[in-house]
């Protein structure tokens, strides 16, 4: 499909969970935005850390590429793929890291059986209903003595237009996305909040919105002064120090997922 292996291309178009149209606009900005460009920072840290001999890593849901980007540029002897139920994203993903192996994919339904040293989803879970199969779904895939590294938004009470617009099913509770890992074959090697220190910045955000739903811009997040951009990623930055030395955050905007399948 367009160059594309598919497994699932009765949803290549139209898979739900996201808005496709929104890809172009989410390509332009992730780059120099602080919280894409600081996540990549945590993921990176997470792979490095907890699965230093991986060979190889699946990305499921991969957007514009972007994480991938990332870690071809840290890790480069490490073989990528990336799964994206939409064309539109893969489109992207491709030519920002064409050494990767893309697939159109539902993560509902992964073809793949002890296939991976590493698999993440990043901000990808919250999108889907049935995300107890999708974590099924990853176990099998990957190896045993692989890693599953997650990020998913957190605390229900931050739930926002912006969530809306995304097509978040659901923000998580620390308990519920941990029993759900567990259930899922899964051992916890670490779990931490992070956003931690914008958390009072989140907040001012969330009631602004609920003042001014009908200006809503959905991509106001993302455009932000650039004094503010840099400031916020230094402060993302030392939680990630943070998270170095031990420090496991209890609240935050986002949480860290590191999972082993023994």
Known sequence: MNGIEAH????????????????SELSRLE???????????????????????????????????????GIARACPKL?????????????HAAERVPSAHFMQMDARRVPFVD????????????????????????????????????????????????DEYACHV????????EQKVLSAGFELLRSSSFVTSLLPAMMLSRVLQKQEIKDFDPVGELKINAVLNKSFYALMMLELAGIRFGMNCPVGGSRLIVAERK
């Open 8 to 23: 699932a291309p009765e949803f290549a178009n139209g898979g739900g969970g996201f808005k496709p149209e929104y890809f």
């Open 115 to 162: 296939e991976f040293d590493a698999i993440g989803a990043f901000d990808v879970l919250e999108h889907i209903q049935e995300d107890e199969t999708v974590l099924a779904q990853l176990h099998g895939a990957i190896k045993p003595g692989g890693v599953l590294l997650l990020t998913v938004p957190q605390h229900p009470w931050l739930w926002s237009a912006s």
């Open 31 to 69: 780059a120099e935005n602080f919280w894409f460009r600081a996540r990549n920072a945590f993921i990176l840290w997470a792979l490095r850390t907890y699965k230093p001999d991986a060979n190889t890593f699946l990305e499921v849901g991969c957007g514009t590429g972007f994480v991938l980007s």
């Open 79 to 91: 073989a990528l793929s990336g799964s994206e139920i939409f064309l539109a994203g893969l489109s």
């Open 170 to 177: 659901r923000r998580y509770k620390r308990a519920e996305i």
